[in-house]
């Protein structure tokens, strides 16, 4: 079993940075592709970010590409999730998600472990 459990959300002015953790307890974290997701009030979740299992290749959606990082750390079995030039339409719950040995994914049914989710407001 995997618990995830997000932190570093908050207010944040337009164009301003945040970084999101992502600490996981658990066996074999090094085996699990991570990712982000967001939800916004009254809107579908939707796929941030990903970090794959083997590898670390990454995969990032169009609205966050160049301005968003997803890292990982084995040792400290913890995953970020660095976001620069915030905009208000970034403004959503962010949700840490992770699946055993999965290739990247997109879709939200892949992961089958979450966070509580994480506030992120950023202001005009």
Do not use: H
């Not at 600490?23 to 970090?51: M, N």
């Amino acid at each position: 079993q995997v618990q995830l459990v997000e932190s570093g959300g908050g207010l944040v002015q337009a164009g301003g940075s945040l970084r999101l953790s992502c600490a996981a307890s658990g066996r074999s974290f090094s085996s699990y592709t991570r990712a982000w997701f967001r939800q916004a009030p009254g809107g579908e979740r939707e796929f941030v970010t990903a970090i794959f299992w083997s590898g670390g290749s990454t995969y990032y959606a169009d609205s966050v590409k160049g301005r968003f990082t997803i890292s990982r750390d084995n040792a400290k079995r913890a995953v970020y999730l660095q976001m620069n030039s915030l905009k208000p339409e970034d403004t959503a719950v962010y949700y840490c998600a992770a699946a055993f040995r999965a290739p990247v994914s997109t879709t939200s049914a892949t992961y089958n472990y979450w966070g509580q989710g994480t506030q992120v407001t950023v202001s005009s």
